[in-house]
């Protein structure tokens, strides 16, 4: 365990992380989007300048985002091989049956790989400066306009919140029945498809048990302490938009502005 | 066959080249003898669950090696090389009724020794003997695991690790939460099979009175670092030493140490076990020799 990156905070004390979680959730969102705009190297070059920019700002090892892009490595080839296989036009370099090799194909896959790097190492960067908790209070008051369409706002950041709590709890008790039942004898990733099925019973089980206790546990205790749904309740954590923020979002506008004006160039 | 464990210079790294790099051993080189009962003591968080994962592989080191019998455990060793050495080498975690899962106790009980190549009636008779060995009545063999009580499911984990009939038995506190009768049971019956099968066992304890009745060596770990290992009486003979290093001398022998300073009187060996503490007293008592000071 311990491999999994993407959702892994690292606390520490730069301006990104200082930035109120709302501003570095809309931001990357808006990020997402406009990454789409992208068409031509130049502004692919701008959104890596404002990607490394970003990076440094926060002042977290780059070794992090490298890792954050290799558990997607297949994925990320996969999709670019498509990209550069089925997509025609321009020179063509070579062809055998419905695969051809193209410029443009080329081209595309060069975008798409840009894309997908751009993407994992801003979402890197979201979860690596943001605690868990964090994103979650956001998308909570992000989402409150949503309560006037009868949306279970509360609920839903409540149940969000906890996954987030619990997920390094599962991991550990993942690894540790991992090696309780490694000492009994199962080999975990070894043998054949079914041999492999059946390894995964004696560590889903343990961990459904565990995870039904915990639950119950934990709804005794919030009842135990008072919880009766989100209305009214008061924040621990108060969020403060500040200028940094407006800075953030000023830089980010200004990145558009200058993508739609490359677009057309 | 003769399982020796020997620790060379064995270094381990929690996540290495990450802010949440933390070394959990540090260079410790240490033999745990054949048919030794060995106690591994230290202060939470001082690195004696890491030490055990290493006897059986789960964790290999940063550096260094550690030979078990025939088998040396390097960082290059592949998981392939230890099935054979799992098999001699049974470990009962902290809070071992995590690991429950079959559909029956019995079931469970025999998950190991079919793992490792016994065949379904062999293993159903060495789990229906171990689950005699731990205290478990017939009748809640045929029960889910997770309608028995903790107290049960834990022995019935501890019967699960005894039917790999391991010659090397590693607890890591087996007896934590357990209710002071069926603590000294457990204890009592990890020392009789001890004795008649021969095993080495490894115990990692809090219990000092523990250490001092059931074990004939002792590891101290601090902050991963070995800082002693010796016999029982050589680690207890200087409570100071004791303290600075959040350890306590065992019942019986804080008790002797209160009985020295009261009555003036010094034991020739500072008893550690309730029985040598109590054989030491009569024999005073007898000869007369108690001077109030
Ligand atoms: N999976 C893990 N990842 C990172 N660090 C760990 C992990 N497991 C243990 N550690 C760290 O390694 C150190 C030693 O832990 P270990 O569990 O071996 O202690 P212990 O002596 O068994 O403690 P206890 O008496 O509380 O069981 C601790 O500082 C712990 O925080
Ligand atoms: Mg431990």
Same mark, same amino acid.
């Given at each position: 365990?311990?491999?999994?990156?993407?959702?892994?905070?690292?606390?520490?004390?730069? &301006?990104?992380?200082?930035?109120?979680?709302?501003?570095?959730?809309?931001?990357?969102?808006?990020?997402?989007?406009?990454?789409?705009?992208?068409?031509?190297?130049?502004?692919?070059?701008?959104?890596?300048?404002?990607?490394?920019?970003?990076?440094?700002?926060?002042?977290?090892?780059?070794?992090?985002?490298?890792?954050?892009?290799? #558990?997607?490595?297949?994925?990320?080839?996969?999709?670019?091989?498509?990209?550069?296989?089925?997509?025609?036009?321009?020179?063509?370099?070579?062809?055998?049956?419905?695969? +051809?090799?193209?410029?443009?194909?080329?081209?595309?896959?060069?975008?798409?790989?840009?894309?997908?790097?751009?993407?994992?190492?801003?979402?890197?960067?979201?979860?690596?400066?943001?605690?868990?908790?964090?994103?979650?209070?956001?998308?909570?008051?992000?989402?409150?306009?949503?309560?006037?369409?009868?949306?279970?706002?509360?609920?839903?950041?409540?149940?969000?919140? &906890?996954?987030?709590?619990?997920?390094?709890?599962?991991?550990?008790?993942?690894?540790?029945?991992?090696?309780?039942?490694?000492?009994?004898?199962?080999?975990?990733?070894?043998?054949?498809?079914?041999?492999?099925?059946?390894?995964?019973?004696?560590?889903?089980?343990?961990?459904?048990?565990?995870?039904?206790?915990?639950?119950?546990?934990?709804?005794?205790?919030?009842?135990?302490?008072?919880?009766?749904?989100?209305?009214?309740?008061?924040?621990?954590?108060?969020?403060?938009?500040?200028?940094?923020?407006?800075?953030?979002?000023?830089?980010?506008?200004?990145?558009?502005?200058?993508?739609?004006?490359?677009?057309?160039? | 066959?003769?399982?020796?464990?020997?620790?060379?210079?064995?270094?381990?790294?929690?996540?290495?080249?990450? #802010?949440?790099?933390?070394?959990?051993?540090?260079?410790?080189?240490?033999?745990?003898?054949?048919?030794?009962?060995?106690?591994?003591?230290?202060?939470?968080?001082?690195?004696?669950?890491?030490?055990?994962?290493?006897? +059986?592989?789960?964790?290999?080191?940063?550096?260094?090696?550690?030979?078990?019998?025939?088998?040396?455990?390097?960082?290059?060793?592949?998981?392939?090389?230890?099935?054979?050495?799992?098999?001699?080498?049974?470990?009962?975690?902290?809070?071992?009724?995590?690991?429950?899962?079959?559909?029956?106790?019995?079931?469970?009980?025999?998950?190991?020794?079919? +793992?490792?190549?016994?065949?379904?009636?062999?293993?159903?008779?060495?789990?229906?003997?171990?689950?005699?060995?731990?205290?478990?009545?017939?009748?809640?063999?045929?029960?889910?695991?997770?309608?028995?009580?903790?107290?049960?499911?834990?022995?019935?984990?501890?019967?699960?690790?005894?039917?790999?009939?391991?010659?090397?038995?590693?607890?890591?506190?087996?007896?934590?939460?357990?209710?002071?009768?069926?603590?000294?049971?457990?204890?009592?019956?990890?020392?009789?099979?001890?004795?008649?099968?021969?095993?080495?066992?490894?115990?990692?304890?809090?219990?000092?009175?523990?250490?001092?009745?059931?074990?004939?060596?002792?590891?101290?770990?601090?902050?991963?670092?070995?800082?002693?290992?010796?016999?029982?009486?050589?680690?207890?003979?200087?409570? +100071?030493?004791?303290?600075?290093?959040?350890?306590?001398?065992?019942?019986?022998?804080?008790?002797?140490?209160?009985?020295?300073?009261?009555?003036?009187?010094?034991?020739?060996?500072?008893?550690?076990?309730?029985?040598?503490?109590?054989?030491?007293?009569?024999?005073?008592?007898?000869?007369?020799?108690?001077?109030?000071?």
């Amino acid at each position: 365990m311990g491999k999994v990156l993407l959702g892994r905070y690292v606390p520490g004390d730069s &301006i990104v992380h200082r930035m109120d979680p709302r501003a570095k959730l809309i931001l990357s969102f808006f990020f997402i989007v406009i990454i789409f705009l992208a068409n031509n190297w130049q502004s692919y070059a701008l959104l890596f300048a404002l990607t490394i920019g970003s990076i440094l700002a926060a002042k977290v090892n780059f070794a992090f985002f490298i890792k954050g892009v290799r #558990p997607l490595i297949w994925l990320i080839l996969f999709t670019v091989l498509l990209q550069i296989f089925f997509s025609s036009g321009g020179t063509v370099f070579w062809r055998w049956g419905p695969f +051809n090799l193209s410029y443009y194909g080329l081209i595309n896959g060069a975008y798409v790989f840009c894309r997908f790097v751009l993407i994992i190492f801003m979402s890197t960067l979201l979860t690596l400066t943001t605690a868990p908790l964090e994103i979650a209070d956001a998308l909570e008051k992000l989402m409150m306009p949503l309560k006037k369409i009868k949306v279970p706002v509360y609920e839903i950041s409540l149940m969000l919140s &906890i996954a987030l709590r619990f997920v390094p709890t599962l991991m550990d008790e993942t690894a540790k029945i991992m090696n309780a039942q490694r000492s009994r004898g199962v080999n975990f990733g070894e043998g054949s498809i079914m041999q492999q099925i059946k390894a995964v019973v004696p560590l889903l089980v343990p961990l459904f048990v565990s995870s039904f206790n915990r639950a119950e546990d934990l709804a005794t205790a919030m009842e135990a302490r008072g919880y009766r749904g989100g209305e009214g309740r008061t924040k621990y954590r108060v969020h403060y938009w500040q200028t940094g923020d407006t800075v953030g979002c000023a830089v980010f506008v200004a990145v558009l502005i200058i993508l739609l004006f490359l677009r057309h160039w | 066959m003769a399982m020796a464990i020997i620790f060379k210079a064995v270094n381990y790294m929690y996540q290495p080249n990450t #802010p949440f790099e933390q070394q959990a051993l540090e260079n410790i080189s240490v033999e745990i003898p054949t048919g030794s009962y060995t106690a591994l003591i230290g202060h939470t968080g001082s690195g004696k669950s890491t030490f055990l994962q290493h006897l +059986n592989g789960l964790l290999r080191p940063t550096s260094g090696v550690i030979q078990v019998g025939k088998q040396a455990i390097t960082p290059e060793t592949k998981n392939k090389q230890l099935g054979e050495l799992r098999k001699h080498v049974g470990i009962v975690f902290q809070f071992p009724e995590a690991q429950l899962f079959e559909e029956t106790v019995i079931k469970d009980i025999a998950f190991a020794p079919k +793992n490792f190549g016994k065949s379904e009636e062999e293993a159903e008779t060495i789990a229906r003997r171990m689950a005699q060995q731990v205290g478990l009545d017939d009748e809640l063999l045929s029960k889910s695991p997770f309608e028995l009580s903790g107290g049960q499911m834990r022995r019935v984990a501890i019967a699960g690790i005894l039917a790999m009939e391991p010659e090397i038995l590693v607890l890591d506190e087996p007896t934590a939460g357990l209710d002071p009768q069926g603590r000294l049971e457990m204890m009592e019956m990890f020392k009789r099979l001890k004795e008649e099968q021969n095993l080495t066992v490894v115990l990692v304890t809090h219990q000092m009175d523990d250490v001092a009745k059931y074990a004939d060596n002792v590891i101290v770990l601090e902050k991963g670092k070995l800082i002693a290992s010796g016999t029982p009486s050589e680690i207890f003979a200087q409570p +100071n030493w004791l303290v600075e290093h959040h350890l306590a001398l065992p019942k019986a022998g804080e008790f002797a140490l209160e009985f020295e300073k009261k009555t003036g009187y010094k034991f020739s060996t500072l008893p550690l076990t309730e029985v040598s503490l109590a054989q030491q007293i009569a024999s005073l008592l007898h000869g007369g020799g108690v001077h109030h000071g």
